[in-house]
């Protein structure tokens, strides 16, 4: 299971992050990533973590501002959110698979998905 954590309210040009725990499964193992979903918007890839090389990946739109990791120690992915706009506001999702899959942006890549996590982000 994953277990997302650490949404809220930010102002624009604020800072959050996201913790993503897994229980049940490991993330030295894992990829894992984060997508996001806005009110009348389809899900959306947000960045991921490839396992085992570490590369990271992000969409167009956060790049630069967001930063996925992860700590083997404590079996935990974070998704440290920069420079927030009043657009980053959604649900956001961590999400983990066994195998990297080329087609990492796409949410149907992905196997297991934590709850979502709501972020606002006031301007």
């Known amino acids: 299971q994953l277990q997302a954590s650490g949404g809220g309210l930010a102002q624009a040009g604020g800072s959050l992050r996201f913790s993503c725990a897994a229980s049940?499964?490991?993330?030295?193992?894992?990829?894992a990533a984060w997508f996001r979903q806005a009110p009348g918007k389809e899900r959306e890839f947000v960045a991921a973590?490839?396992?085992?090389?570490?590369?990271?990946y992000y969409a167009d739109s956060v790049k630069g501002r967001f930063t996925i990791s992860r700590d083997k120690s404590k079996n935990t992915v974070y998704l440290q959110m920069n420079s927030l706009k009043p657009e980053d506001s959604a649900l956001y999702y961590c999400?983990?698979?066994?195998?990297?899959?080329?087609?990492?942006?796409?949410?149907?890549?992905?196997?297991?998905w934590g709850q979502g996590t709501l972020v606002t982000v006031s301007s």
């Open positions: 999400t983990a698979r066994l195998h990297w899959n080329v087609a990492y942006y796409s949410s149907t890549s992905w196997n297991y």
């Open positions: 049940g499964r490991t993330f030295g193992s894992y990829s």
């Open positions: 973590f490839r396992t085992p090389t570490s590369a990271t």
